[in-house]
Structures are given as C-alpha cells and as structure tokens.
C-alpha cells in the first residue's frame, strides 16, 4: 500500500522567512497530492493541492512542487507570517480517492 | 452549504464499553472517511465508505466498525474500548463526481476512555 513520509517534524522560522516541508509517496500510481493546515484546536483543511500532470502551482503564499518521477512532493510557504503557525499534513491518494493516505504531519512555528 | 457535522463532540466510556460516533457529509457528498488523531499525533485511516460500502480499512483491530446509511450518513463504532482509543475521531466528506477528492473535515469527536 501507499506510504507517505514527511520532513521535517518540527520546523520553526522566523517571520518574514520561508519554510519548506518535504514528503515522498511509495505508490506510483498515486496522482493527487493535497496539503492540509490544522491550527490548534480546529479541524484540518486543504490549503493547496496538486496533480500529477502539474509540476508545480502556486496560490500567492503558497506553492506545490511535484516531481513524478522521484514520488517526491514539497509546500513552500514565503514570507510567512504568525497565522502560519500550525502543522501541516501532505496526503497522496490514487483515483477516485483510493489509498487516502497523509503524512505524520510538520508543526510549523513562526516566531515574530 | 452546511459542513461536515459530527456528534457528540465529547464522549467519554469506561474500558470495555461500546462508543458510537456520528458523521454528516456535505450534502451531495458519497464518500466518508474516518480517521484517528491522538494527542499531538498525525491522522490514522481507519475507514471509507462510498456509496454505502466499505472500500477501505486502516491497520485497525475489527472491533473498530461502522456503516453507512443510505443518506450517506455514518456510524462508527468501537466495542470493547481501551484506554488507547481515546483520541479525536474526525469524519471527512468527499465528492467523487468532480474527480477532485478534496476531504471536508468535521469537527471531530472527542473520545475518553477511562
């Protein structure tokens, strides 16, 4: 089954900074790559996703990059900012939603 | 458009008791995930359902069940509790039609076990 690693655990970058999150996927056969930002206490919602005919998207802040054939993908945040601060879960899944799975998750902290 | 509902948002069991979790989707929504998120811990597949059927299992023991109805509302339960099933159980919708997969997560249930 597919398995999603995720670096790092723990991040923290000063306001202003960028961060960089990074997972791998095992299954080649996954082609959707969403990212999820859970703030303390809330539940998780999906911040950007990506598919794998796209090599990259971007949404102001935040971008995607996927590289296929390395089953590697990674969320760029620049200039972040305190609201930032939250972790973050990647997920990869297959067609129709199959084998769903997300990442252990980055705590990431801003620090003003 | 309402969310993802969930109830109760806490509950708590003694060990060896029987919990039920349930989970609204959005409406024209199928598909019901549920996952397990211990404290300061990532997201644990347990369960999806699509359509009425179960189309995936998590590495978890059988006593963790549940089903769909035909109003794509959900179930989930847990016999035989132990101490560490207590955790935030969440619930997502999804829509198959638009090929997109974007999970909708609810509030969560609260789930202590003592």
């Known amino acids: 089954g597919e398995n999603v690693e995720q670096h790092p655990s723990t991040l923290s970058v000063q306001e202003g900074d960028s961060a960089v999150i990074k997972c791998t996927y095992s299954?080649?056969?996954?082609?959707?790559f969403p990212w999820y930002k859970q703030e303390l206490g809330k539940r998780p919602q999906l911040i950007i996703d990506i598919r794998s005919n796209v090599g990259e998207k971007k949404d102001q802040r935040i971008a995607v990059t996927l590289n296929k054939t390395a089953k590697h993908f990674s969320l760029h945040i620049t200039e972040t900012q305190p609201e930032d601060s939250a972790v973050y879960f990647c997920a990869a899944s297959g067609n129709y939603g199959q084998n769903f799975v997300f990442g252990p998750g980055t705590r990431l902290s801003v620090l003003p | 458009e309402a969310g993802v509902t969930q109830s109760p948002t806490h509950l708590i069991k003694t060990r060896g008791q029987q919990a039920t979790l349930r989970c609204s989707p959005i409406s024209g929504h199928t598909s019901v995930y549920w996952y397990q998120q211990a404290l300061g811990l990532g997201l644990q597949f347990l369960l999806w359902y699509d359509e009425g059927e179960e189309r995936n299992r998590g590495n978890f023991p059988p006593r963790f069940s549940g089903r769909q109805f035909p109003n794509y509302s959900s179930e989930l339960n847990v016999n035989a509790l132990e101490l560490e099933d207590s955790a935030l159980y969440l619930c997502?919708?999804?829509?198959?039609?638009?090929?997109?997969?974007?999970?909708?997560f609810g509030p969560g249930t609260r789930l202590t076990v003592t």
């Open positions: 997502a919708s999804s829509t198959q039609g638009d090929r997109t997969y974007e999970q909708y």
């Open positions: 299954d080649s056969a996954s082609n959707y």
